[in-house]
């Protein structure tokens, strides 16, 4: 059973047009993540929430943002979509065992911008 | 410099060979590493955590070296199975449970029949 979910798997938005990702998960884990990966690129981490806290990356741009409404729930707003924006977005978690098992993944969401 | 770096590759091997690579990192103070397995288009998925005393899995063995900074990853008797790209992950902590990950952009091993 998928632990990490991630909405939708692909996603097509259009230039400037505002998107949201979601991401849900069932393991009660108190941090949530989200990373941009291009291709053939490492994951990029843009913030993370630790409980209600929010911690923003120094390089993430304005137009990301992110909402956790609760302990299961984190989504990534995307403002105003350009063409550069276009990646993989993984939603990722951590618990109290991370330190030996690292983080779950999300299957990610994959975004196109036309 | 890049926190965590891995030669990109690729590595073509025949079914059946051995093939390692590396990865360095340059924190000191971090704690913990990891090999994920990451297939095309699909998400990171942990294939082992590597502990300083080094460890195996079936036919991954990793190896950790702290004095130098390198982790690496060694796979027998290749399967085609195995050819993915594989990210070499360091974990720092940050506070108790909040840990950030530095990835390397991967190092891509294709098995060939």
């Known amino acids: 059973d998928a632990m990490v979910i991630q909405n939708p798997r692909y996603q097509v938005t259009q230039f400037g047009k505002p998107v949201t990702l979601s991401c849900s998960q069932t393991?009660?884990?108190?941090?949530m993540y989200w990373y941009q990966q291009k291709s053939s690129q490492a994951p990029k981490l843009l913030f993370h929430y630790y409980d209600k806290d929010f911690n923003n990356e120094a390089d993430t741009p304005d137009n990301f943002q992110s909402r956790r409404p609760n302990t299961s729930f984190c989504f990534l707003d995307i403002r105003s979509p350009g063409l550069g924006d276009a990646a993989m977005y993984l939603c990722?978690?951590?618990?109290?065992?991370?330190?030996?098992?690292?983080?779950?993944f999300g299957s990610g969401t994959r975004l196109t911008v036309v | 410099r890049k926190e965590v770096e891995q030669d990109p590759g690729p590595f073509n091997v025949p079914e059946g060979a051995t093939v390692a690579f590396n990865c360095t990192y340059s924190n000191s103070a971090s704690q913990s590493f990891f090999w994920y397995r990451q297939d095309c288009r699909k998400e990171p998925k942990l294939l082992m955590s590597?502990?300083?005393s080094g460890n195996e899995d079936g036919r991954f063995t990793a190896q950790l070296n702290r004095a130098s900074q390198y982790i690496s990853l060694l796979i027998r008797d290749s399967k085609l199975s195995d050819s993915a790209t594989y990210l070499c992950?360091?974990?720092?902590?940050?506070?108790?449970?909040?840990?950030?990950?530095?990835f390397g952009a991967g190092t891509t091993v294709t098995v060939r029949a």
């Open positions: 990722a978690t951590s618990g109290l065992d991370s330190n030996l098992a690292g983080y779950t």
């Open positions: 590597v502990y300083s």
């Open positions: 992950v360091v974990n720092g902590l940050r506070r108790s449970n909040d840990y950030k990950l530095s």
């Open positions: 393991l009660n884990h108190n941090v």
